[in-house]
């Protein structure tokens, strides 16, 4: 929404807001439940510095990670070298995504859709659509409410109107806590499946 990226990260100020250290344990759990296939096309959206991105790399994932933010994307290569291991990285808008329709196993976003006002919102899901393959799945996470208007919140009513039932097959739309290292953000969790 009104966040300036490029300075975000290249201040800093994301290490105090929305950094984590570690791989964030729903996508853990999505690995250990074999939700993505061995070798599989994954794609963290948003991947900020990468942690995400890096951990999947790490266990043999074709990863591509995807920001907006130029800053974001120097810091994961860092992280990615200093990890050794290679992630794509591309520098890009969510919204119209660099990437071929249907090559993609399983898409993640952890805190991105939640930023988008409606009508972005709405592209956003047919973009994710069109880049995964048949039966891959989409993890999506992001806060259940606003904070100070900062967020667009992901609910049960958003979920329902964005997510075509001829496109996706939904999970149970679920409350969680997304951590972050500055602390938890009330969120909402979601699994949606390509048709």
């Known amino acids: 929404m009104g966040i300036d990226w490029e300075e975000a990260y290249s201040r800093g100020i994301h290490l105090a807001q929305w950094h ?42 074709h990863v591509i990670g995807l920001d907006i933010s ?47 006002v409606y009508s972005d919102q709405q592209r956003y899901v047919q973009e994710v659509a069109r880049i995964l393959k048949p039966h891959g799945r989409f993890l999506l996470r992001g806060a259940s409410r606003d904070y100070h208007g900062t967020f667009v919140p992901i609910t049960h009513f958003l979920v329902d109107e964005l997510f075509d039932p001829s496109l996706f097959s939904c999970g149970p739309i679920m409350p969680f806590v997304m951590q972050a290292d500055s602390g938890p953000l009330e969120s909402t969790l979601v699994i949606a499946t390509r048709q």
Do not use: K
């Open 20 to 61: 984590y250290s570690h791989p964030s344990q729903e996508l853990v759990t999505c690995v250990a439940a074999q939700l993505i296939p061995a070798g599989g096309q994954v794609v963290d959206l948003g991947c900020g510095s990468g942690g995400d991105a890096v951990f999947l790399a790490g266990l043999g994932f």
């Open 70 to 116: 130029r800053a974001a994307l120097d810091i994961a290569r860092q992280n990615a070298a200093h990890a050794q291991v290679y992630v794509e990285w591309i520098h890009a808008n969510a919204l119209n995504m660099p990437l071929e329709t249907r090559s993609c196993d399983f898409v993640s976003d952890r805190g991105l859709m939640h930023h988008l």
